[in-house]
């Protein structure tokens, strides 16, 4: 029987952003908050395929290699709560163009091989702390890391000895 990998299009956080990000949020969220996602795992899902077969993987990985797209540079500089699915977020206050193109795009094509997307619009973010409390403060403006972008990532969601992790499958360079 052909194993299937539970798949997502994201865009990889650079190592440096990460780590600041993490030390930032040490200093902006009590530890009672809510339960912080390691640094590894951070990053901002374009499009979330779910449970794919090999050759699904396949044709979706063909679909992302012809994407002609330039870079863009991304600023994450606002935050906020999601009560009902108790999640603190991180991300653009304006996302730009190249930005909502590629998640746009990456979502079509996910649909058109039969991973249903979500019916929501878009909100690109980082995902900073899961079962949040439900009424957290949040950090007062003027915050905000900016780094270029210049690919994006298919990632396989392992889940192993009780934690998630994030392993790369193949990587695409934007033009």
Same mark, same amino acid.
């Given at each position: ?5 539970r ?7 650079p ?14 969220f009590?530890?009672e ?15 979330f ?6 050759e ?7 679909q ?13 500089d606002d935050?906020?709560?999601?009560p009902? #699915?108790?999640v603190?977020w991180?991300g653009? +206050?304006?996302? !730009?163009?190249g930005?909502? *193109? $590629? ?6 094509q996910?649909?058109r091989?039969?991973c249903?997307?979500?019916p ?14 439900p ?11 900016e ?9 396989? #969601? ?6 998630? +992790?994030y392993? !790369?499958?193949?990587?695409? *360079? $934007?033009?």
């Open positions: 029987m052909p194993q299937s990998k798949l997502f299009f994201a865009l990889e956080l190592k440096a952003v990460q780590q600041r990000i993490v030390r930032w949020r040490a200093e902006q009590p530890y908050a809510g339960r912080p996602i390691a640094a590894a795992n951070l990053h901002i899902t374009l499009a395929l779910g449970e794919v077969s090999e699904k993987q396949r044709i979706l990985a063909a992302a290699s012809r994407i002609t797209q330039p870079g863009f540079t991304l600023c994450l935050a906020g709560h999601w009902r #699915s108790r603190v991180l653009p +206050r304006q996302a !730009p163009r930005l909502l *193109q $590629l998640a746009n795009l990456l979502r079509a996910a649909a091989s039969g249903a997307q979500s929501q619009p878009f909100h690109p973010h980082v995902t900073l702390l899961r079962n949040a409390q009424r957290v403060a949040l950090p007062p403006p003027g915050f905000g890391w780094f270029p972008v210049e690919d994006f990532v298919l990632y396989e #969601s392992l889940f192993d000895q009780g934690r998630t +992790r392993r !790369p499958v193949d990587r695409w *360079q $934007l033009k």
